[in-house]
Nanobody, 124 residues
């Protein structure tokens, strides 16, 4: 088992900020990307942000660009999501995800691991 553990969720007012953390361990040399998804009640899980582990390049959903910042602590195997200017529509369970890439003689294999989720609620 590869643990992925989120923390930092909570209740914040509209316009407020929150910082999520996600720590992983085990086989960390295999990490290709880490990122965040979210799922609101009655809606499909959606991509939020990801960061490439090796060089720190980032990717964001249009809905959060300019408001959220993903970053990493490479040696602590931790990813962060700084969430600013929060809106009620950001309310969701936020899931940290880790994608590993393992090169073998036969092929390149990918493995996805998910955290348990942390609730973010933005009040209006």
């Amino acid at each position: 088992q590869v643990p992925v553990v989120e923390s930092g969720g909570g209740l914040v007012p509209s316009g407020g900020s929150l910082r999520l953390s996600c720590a992983t361990s085990g086989r960390t040399s295999n990490i290709n990307t880490m990122g965040w998804f979210r799922q609101a009640p009655g809606k499909e899980r959606e991509f939020v942000a990801r960061i490439k582990w090796s060089d720190g390049t980032t990717d964001y959903a249009d809905s959060v660009k300019g408001r959220f910042t993903i970053s990493r602590d490479y040696f602590m195997n931790t990813v962060f999501l700084q969430m600013d200017s929060l809106k009620p529509e950001d309310t969701a369970v936020y899931y940290c995800t880790r994608r590993d890439a393992v090169a073998t003689i036969e092929t390149m294999k990918q493995f996805d691991y998910w955290g348990q989720g942390t609730q973010v609620t933005v009040s209006s």
